[in-house]
């Protein structure tokens, strides 16, 4: 049989990668999905580095709606990222009946609804294992591993460029903007990296997962966002003194209100294997009912292996292009007309347990007050850690910091009981609040 002709849109960091691997690799790729995979038309704006990759045999355009429209390309690999031209591109070539291929978390989670509605109207497929934790098999194993289960809750490091910075700063003390353009020079940071370091990029692949493993529409509007920009030493330190780690964290659960849906900092208990997670690698923990714990690890970003999985991709579609729709598995893992309309809660009414630490002046009665406070609210205290005022401040410092980790209490209710702490005269600077997931 002929080889199963595909169009490259964009050949930067993951394109290339993805035409490197599948030359290198095309006997062995070939004897699994039953014919030949061939990238035979690419586009790029910079059209002789493109052909300086792919060599002469290969035709480059700089437009990408001639790929689209050339007859003989079956898949379409986008690879341009953004909300933008990428949109209107991944539509067009759904259109014109071609299956796609996309690592594009933004575009999916923004706009995933549109898109699939469209495929699925036209009996295409559009697969998108690269845009979740790279490499990582994540999408394969929610979608057709685990279909057994009741999923209970997902926690990842999804964010390699972020995973990246939090180790080097704690390992090596070294300093923010450093190591971000370090993860930059690497390839690993989105075009516009403050969709990592915000924390933006993450939600848009718990975003995705969310919906595949509660069989929910994708709605990144709905999730809480927030990164690791106002994370200080401090509080890596004492985390640490603590038995824990601070990550970024995507989680997506399960509970009796709705479905929780957020990224930010969180401590990790030291002994959990996520919590050992260093450099860019990407870990994914999923609770299932019938399962378990199961914990997926791996490069989350990167040229080869986030085209590792671009690959997959085009051999799942080569193998199945030529079946009935129905008997393909659905893009969000659950039948279009059989999803769920679990609503997606406001963080108020996210339950976890926090740490707390409190620049107060070193004086008796403090603790008193603020822990007062606390059981007024019903929120009872799993540890209390008070520095000496002189490691705080020098010699004869009258200041001290305060840290309390929390049992389970409401973020609603978290909220009030911080801003009375926060306007307590012994307080002296703003309360650094981080959650706590033990993730058991
Ligand atoms: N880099 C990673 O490790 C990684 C991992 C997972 C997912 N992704 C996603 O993969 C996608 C691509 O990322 P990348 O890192 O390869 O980006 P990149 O910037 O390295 O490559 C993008 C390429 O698209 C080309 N391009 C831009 N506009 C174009 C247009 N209108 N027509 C044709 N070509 C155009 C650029 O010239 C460039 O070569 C993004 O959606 C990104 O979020 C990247
Ligand atoms: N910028 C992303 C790339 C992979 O999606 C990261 O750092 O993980
Ligand atoms: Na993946």
Do not use: C
């Not at 300086?52 to 990222?81: F, Q």
């Not at 969310?210 to 929910?216: L, M, N, R, V, Y």
């Amino acid at each position: 049989m002929k080889p199963i002709q595909v169009g490259l849109l964009g050949i930067g960091t993951v394109g290339s990668g993805t035409f490197n691997v599948l030359q290198r690799n095309q006997e062995e790729i070939k004897r699994r999905a039953g014919r030949g995979i061939e990238i035979t038309m690419v586009a790029d704006l910079d059209v002789a580095r493109a052909q300086s990759i792919v060599g002469p045999d290969v035709k480059v355009v700089n437009d990408a709606r001639a790929v689209i429209a050339n007859p003989d390309i079956d898949i379409v690999i986008e690879l341009i990222g953004g909300y933008g031209i990428a949109k209107a591109l991944v539509l067009e070539a759904i259109a014109a009946g071609k299956h796609v291929v996309t690592a594009n978390k933004a575009l999916l989670a923004v706009h995933g609804t549109e898109i699939f509605a469209a495929a699925s109207a036209k009996g295409v497929m559009v697969a998108f294992e690269a845009a979740v934790a790279g490499g990582i098999p994540i999408i394969k194993a929610l979608r057709e591993g685990l279909t057994a289960n009741s999923i209970q809750w997902i926690a990842g490091i999804i964010n390699g460029t972020t995973n990246f910075i939090l180790s080097e700063m704690r390992d090596k003390g070294l300093d923010f903007d450093v190591v971000l353009k370090e993860a930059q020079r690497l390839g690993y940071a989105e075009a516009d990296p403050t969709f990592d370091i915000e924390g933006v990029d993450a939600a848009h692949k718990v975003t995705l997962m969310s919906a595949i493993a509660f069989g929910i529409p994708v709605q990144f509007d709905k999730a809480y966002v927030e990164g690791i920009t106002q994370l200080g030493a401090t509080d890596i330190k004492y985390a640490e003194q603590l038995g824990y780690r601070i990550k970024l964290l995507g989680i997506t659960k399960r509970t009796d209100k709705g479905i929780e849906l957020r990224v930010h900092p969180s401590l990790v208990p030291s002994k959990r294997l996520i919590a050992n997670v260093e450099g860019a690698m990407n870990a994914v923990v999923v609770q299932g009912d019938a399962v378990g714990t199961t914990l997926y690890y791996g490069k989350g970003a990167g040229s080869e292996p986030t085209a590792s999985a671009v690959i997959a991709d085009l051999v799942d579609i080569t193998r199945l292009h030529t079946a009935d729709p129905l008997h393909r598995v659905p893009h969000l893992a659950f039948q279009p007309d059989a999803m769920s309309d679990l609503a997606v809660l406001p963080m108020s009414e996210v339950v976890t347990s926090y740490y707390l630490r409190l620049r107060v002046a070193d004086e008796a009665g403090v603790l008193a007050q603020v822990t007062g406070l606390l059981a007024n609210a019903g929120i009872s205290i799993d540890a209390v850690l008070q520095r000496e005022a002189d490691e705080v401040g020098g010699e004869g410092s009258t200041q001290t910091d305060l840290i309390i980790l929390t049992h389970d209490i409401r973020e609603g209710a978290m909220n009030d009981v911080l801003a009375q702490m926060q306007a307590l005269p012994s307080v002296l600077a703003p309360i650094t609040r981080i959650r706590k997931e033990e993730l058991n």
